[in-house]
């Protein structure tokens, strides 16, 4: 059984590399958005030619980058979201209620200070986490039935 | 035609009633969450019993007010989704990714200032609006074929 | 907005009547099955020829009743289950997992004493109550906003 | 054709091994719940943190292992759901409906003593077993088209 | 709850008015389709035009009945399906198979001698029957919670 | 029985008038895109504000009548795609294939110029027509079993 | 790109052998019912346990045979149904039902003898054949693009 | 990750040759139609027997095409409809429509002549695209994260 995960949210921090390194050995195949931060701004421009409107430029780039999201938040078995200390992101709640509404398994992950503000996301979740390692250790019971020391 | 339409977002300022009373005389059906921002926090607890953690205490809460709200977005035509200038507010966030899988048409309100952050979720849309007046008009031109002088 | 809610489960207590009539006023309307024991579990021979086999006098009852069951999970926006003392229950674990797997609201109706037994049911829910009085105040919260004093 | 089985129900007997040694040569995927009771338990607050309550202890649990009960149902072709002579065993029944719902070919396992309380389940199937052996002996049928001597 | 009846299959005998005669005062909508057999063959060529080859005569008339047919087997909480002793009778059969693809409650309708042929029809179906007074039996059943004497 | 039917394609002529008045005392519901050109082709600006790009402007438009077009479209038993004599009408085409997928009842209404050109989209009809009178007999006999003189 | 074909109804003649051996090299995966009469109608019995009445004996093997037949007809992307000479194939008219209402491309093989009998059936379809080798013809045409000289 | 894209419309330039070629090395798996014009034309008489009249003739071709286009469109995760500068392709809407309705993501490939009569498709496509090498760009950058220099 492979199980399919796409790692939504913030871009800025390493919590990707950390869930991917952590389940080394497991049987997950990842997905996630482009995590260039200019490249995921610029691309919808750059390809398809540019606006005078800062709209219509995030527009573009917008509806590219949602060919990709779209097509990781279909395939996924479980779904990440990560939110971090910094940004509206609104994106990533966005990706979470898309999830929710396709009947995906949600883990949320994201620190304290969110909590209440975060509510209806998690209630939405199967998991709630604060760190990446977390993550991996759910994705190692899901696959291997064993538990951290 | 009826059109069925769902309120969500912001819960501080009077948008709602704008275009309900806006949309006079219109053949729709407008639902959307409770607005009281007490009850809306409380609601699990007062009703299901107290809880010690903060965090069970909101999500309590939170899975209670998700059957008003799952009711409200899988019954909609039309799913408008409004963006304040304060709080996170990654449940409206969150619903309108929500509508937006579920293939809802949806119109989101927001002022310039969120534009570039709203991005992703504007581009889900069928329209982005700035002014409740012009969810009205929307309503009126879809219901009536009639546009604005 | 009516809002359509199925009660399911155990057949012996007058949990649906105390429900029924705490929502007076309220605008719901509700179906469940047929709680008459003895014509739930004949109905199938006394309408379409009785049968040697227990197995199979059975089966043609809960056939016939399934026409009813479906009816109404297919149609509710909330499907109330309610476990009591007694016997296995399994048909509302059943109506349970039927109703989770179509995305309906789920209320888990029960007492402390079934908390382990049903946690990966009440884990479907969005409110686990035990007093048929807590579902009538969620239905006249999701309808009216109102809390209990 | 590879045939999905997802085997659902009691963890205390070995009828999953017998089914699996059974089905040797047979191009069967199966898949199941973690079976460590322990670790099935107590997997949501190994993961992601103690409860003070007992019923939260078993909800994060109940949850982090419905991403594995659901990636199982969701993508099995057929369903066996065995009950058990101990315990009230809502899980299985709650799987059995989900796994109805979706539209799943639900095989169900259980001794002569469950009929009557089982006969909603039972209706929902297409095949009602009281050996490990049976099981077998279908996916053989439908596999390669052999019936036993 | 008004229960939406389809009433496929067998058009030379009276049973659809034994039903619908013996379900008055039970809260049902019957639908099926044209019984009018010579206006139902060439319903297509009548309207669209006439046809050189019988095929295609056929064609026409089959096409614009499936409109009815559809909406019919579409809008429809149970369908009645019913085989009368002559004819092959082929599009009784086919909208039981798209009446169970889906999930419709499957009532069918047939004297015993074609209790081996309509094995796998009848094995789809809640309820089997040899009488149309039983079909209103079970509607009442379903409606009232009542049995026959 | 109201059948809902949703006339798209060509504004030009009186095509939808002549169904709609022929179609008097059937119990059919109609709707339709809006057919004020210059209304259809400047709503998006008119109600969201100017554009500098002839592309945006037509963007904008097309956005907000697709409110519309998928309310008519997703509610509709039967979708009329009628083609006229000219423009491109490729909204036309979109719309029969939009309704095709989600499994409706389509009436393609066209002249004989268009058969070739139009056979793919004639490939997934259960009516091809090409008089507005011959749809009015297609409901009438859908409805009322009757056949034109 | 490989093409799932299901091959339903007749199992009297050699027609599965013809289209399989005809369209060898081509990259299709074929799978149907079991085509043994005898362990067909006996399967239930010999697995599950004798039946002292010959309906649920038939009822239990058609049960049975469903688990294969559901497997084949969801997986497929087309569906051949065939209607030979003898018997009354209701199964193969419900197999063709339920593929149409998944949406599958259905084609039906039958001699010219059953085309006024089949006309709902084949107006399902988007191929009528009367020989195997015209479905070996059509499968080459959509995996090669190649017709018959 | 694969992306399965579905290359619709035009066959008489070799648009979909450069977008393979352009392709090479990326992790994409291409389907699209017939794009021999008298093949596809023809195929329905070719093999299923000529027909007198013009239009059963290309009947028979566009139902036969469509098994193959029904194919290419329902597994494809991206759907690429080219418009050229003659014909009226109006199988190249229908596509897009059939493509939207399954809500696959969409990219348009047309010149600038056609913008304002392609408003109701381009409204429904995430990207907008001029030159086939535009296309090439977007599948890099959703496979691999770059951009063109």
Chains 1, 2, 3, 4, 5, 6, 7, 8 share one sequence.
């Not at 996630?32 to 995030?58: F, M, N, R």
């Not at 990781?72 to 990533?92: E, I, P, S, T």
């Not at 509404?101 to 909590?115: E, M, N, V, Y």
Request: include cysteine; charged fraction near 20%.
């Amino acid at each position: 059984m492979t199980l399919k995960v796409y790692l939504s949210g913030e871009i800025h921090t390493d919590w990707r590399d950390q869930i991917i390194a952590g389940s080394k050995g497991l049987d997950v195949s990842f997905s996630g958005p482009v995590t260039d931060h200019a490249a995921s701004d610029d691309c919808g421009v750059k390809i398809l030619g540019a606006e005078d409107q800062k709209y219509w430029h995030d527009h573009k780039g917008a509806m590219v980058n949602a060919i990709l999201t779209r097509k990781g938040l279909n395939d996924a078995d479980v779904v990440v979201v990560r939110f971090g200390d910094q940004y509206k992101q609104w994106n990533a709640a966005f990706d979470a209620g898309y999830a929710a509404a396709l009947g995906k398994s949600l883990i949320i992950l994201h620190g304290p200070d969110h909590q209440h503000a975060l509510k209806e996301v998690d209630a939405a979740a199967l998991a709630v986490a604060s760190e990446p390692s977390q993550v991996v250790d759910i994705l190692r019971y899901v696959l291997d039935g064993t538990l951290p020391a």
